[in-house]
């Protein structure tokens, strides 16, 4: 089997490898299918390996049309944005 480090210095994620495979052991990600999807979910994510921080420049606005009922505000808490 391919090691996790193998792969994501392949993907272009060399200097994120160890984190990746610490990441894989820790939530039990073992087989070469689950970490394929998560090194792949990973890679899109992070625009290929090269955004490693969320973009949170989003207004309160934004953030609801984005990501519509997951604000965890009853509607009355919401200020009227929800």
Same mark, same amino acid.
């Given at each position: 089997?391919?090691?996790?480090?193998?792969?994501?210095?392949?993907?272009?994620?060399?200097?994120?490898? $160890?984190?990746?495979?610490? &990441?894989?052991?820790?939530? +039990?990600?073992?087989? %070469?299918?689950?970490?394929?999807? @998560?090194?792949?979910?990973?890679?899109?994510?992070? $625009?290929?390996?090269?955004? &490693?921080?969320?973009?949170? +420049?989003?207004?309160? %606005?934004?953030?609801?049309?984005? @990501?519509?009922?997951?604000?965890?505000?009853?509607? $009355?808490?919401?200020?009227? &944005?929800?």
């Amino acid at each position: 089997m391919v090691s996790t480090e193998t792969v994501a210095a392949a993907m272009g994620a060399g200097k994120y490898a $160890q984190a990746l495979e610490d &990441v894989c052991i820790r939530f +039990g990600i073992e087989s %070469a299918l689950e970490k394929s999807h @998560f090194l792949a979910h990973m890679a899109v994510e992070s $625009q290929g390996f090269t955004r &490693v921080r969320e973009n949170l +420049g989003y207004s309160a %606005a934004r953030l609801l049309e984005v @990501f519509p009922g997951r604000n965890g505000l009853p509607p $009355q808490l919401s200020g009227g &944005v929800a």
